[in-house]
């Protein structure tokens, strides 16, 4: 089955300026996470939709991030403005079915890694 | 509150030696528990996990099990190799499927 994408892969901005970031779940998965990951911590969740609502996204902060996914399918994670401390590895990840196993799973993309100058 | 503690790094070790990695969690509830790795140039991927109270969860010769007793989900494995170097993760996920992380534990196997 075809995995998670997101893009870009790698962005480089500066400080003030905006940036988004896209997300493809893996086709009839309903959960779809947004996560930061700091260098050397472990992925930190931003949001969490299912379907297009938001279950929890207690830890986005609001006042710069916000995030989408209007026809509960793609979803896009912005920034704006960015700040130094936003540089980190964005991952998206959905949950559902594992096509091998029928097991329920959350799958992870590769990240977008954004670098804040 | 949910949160996960994991062993520090970075761990280094000979082929075939004995791994363990500690894990310990905080959670309202019954949460599931999971170990994710992260292989070098590559994104997380589910390695194992246990979803109840002395559930083991094993894969690739990695096993971990749920102690609820001691809040904890060490994950180990009795013979290393080199193959196995990456950074481990561990996390646990709520009833409503949030998922909490460790900060991750690289290992490094060396020949």
């Known amino acids: 089955e075809a995995g998670v994408a997101q893009s870009p892969r790698y962005k480089i901005i500066e400080k003030r300026q905006s940036v988004a970031f896209w997300c493809n779940p893996i086709s009839g998965h309903a959960t779809l996470y947004w996560y930061q990951q700091i260098l050397g911590q472990g992925p930190k969740l931003l949001i969490q939709f299912q379907n297009n609502g938001v279950v929890d996204d207690s830890q986005l902060p609001k006042d710069r991030f916000s995030a989408e996914r209007l026809k509960g399918v793609d979803s896009t994670l912005k920034i704006q403005p960015a700040k130094l401390e936003d540089s980190a590895v964005y991952l998206c990840a959905s949950r559902g079915s594992s096509s091998t196993s029928g097991k329920e799973t959350q799958y992870f993309g590769p990240g977008t890694r954004l670098l804040v100058l | 509150g949910n949160s996960v503690t994991q062993m520090e790094g970075p761990v280094t070790l000979s082929e075939e030696a004995f791994l363990t990695i500690n894990c310990t969690y905080t959670?309202?509830?019954?949460?599931?528990l999971f170990w994710y790795v992260q292989y070098p140039g590559e994104g997380l991927q589910l390695l194992l996990k246990?979803?109840?109270?002395?559930d083991k969860g094993s894969n690739k010769g990695f096993e971990a099990t749920y102690r609820k007793e001691t809040t904890s989900f060490h994950l180990e494995k009795g013979s290393v190799q080199v193959s196995d170097s990456a950074v481990y993760f561990c996390?646990?996920?709520?009833?409503?499927?949030?998922?909490?992380f460790g900060t991750g534990t690289s290992l490094t196997v060396i020949p």
């Open positions: 959670a309202t509830g019954y949460p599931s």
């Open positions: 996390a646990l996920s709520t009833p409503g499927n949030q998922f909490y």
């Open positions: 246990a979803t109840k109270a002395d």
